[in-house]
Nanobody, 121 residues
């Protein structure tokens, strides 16, 4: 049974940092594309960052240079370090995993419940 549990969201002032965690069970990272998506109020869900099976990473242009995706295989946990946060980063953040997918997309096989990040100006 696959489970993804995101945590680490909260209320933070603009310019500050947060680190999100996604604890995964039932999967091994080397067989899954795994990444982060977000959905802001009134907007569609968008991809934020992805660890591809190939080992390469993807970042949305809006977060490049500010967010860093990483993983700890021993803990089966995915992280998203978010620095220099902006009010427009406010959203519910979801982690998702896709079995043997080349990258992250809306058709991912497994989704965790989101964690809310609110950035105040």
């Amino acid at each position: 049974d696959v489970q993804l549990q995101a945590s680490g969201g909260g209320l933070v002032q603009a310019g500050r940092s947060l680190r999100l965690s996604c604890a995964a069970s039932g999967i091994t990272f080397d067989q899954y594309a795994i990444g982060w998506f977000r959905q802001a109020p009134g907007k569609e869900r968008e991809g934020v960052s992805c660890n591809r099976i190939s080992g390469s990473t993807y970042y949305a242009n809006s977060v490049k240079g500010r967010f860093t995706i990483s993983s700890d295989g021993a803990k089966n946990t995915l992280y998203l370090q978010m620095n220099s946060l902006k009010p427009e980063d406010t959203a519910v953040y979801y982690c998702a995993a896709g079995y043997r997918r080349s990258g992250c997309n809306y058709g991912m096989d497994y989704w965790g419940k989101g964690t809310l990040v609110t950035v105040s100006s």
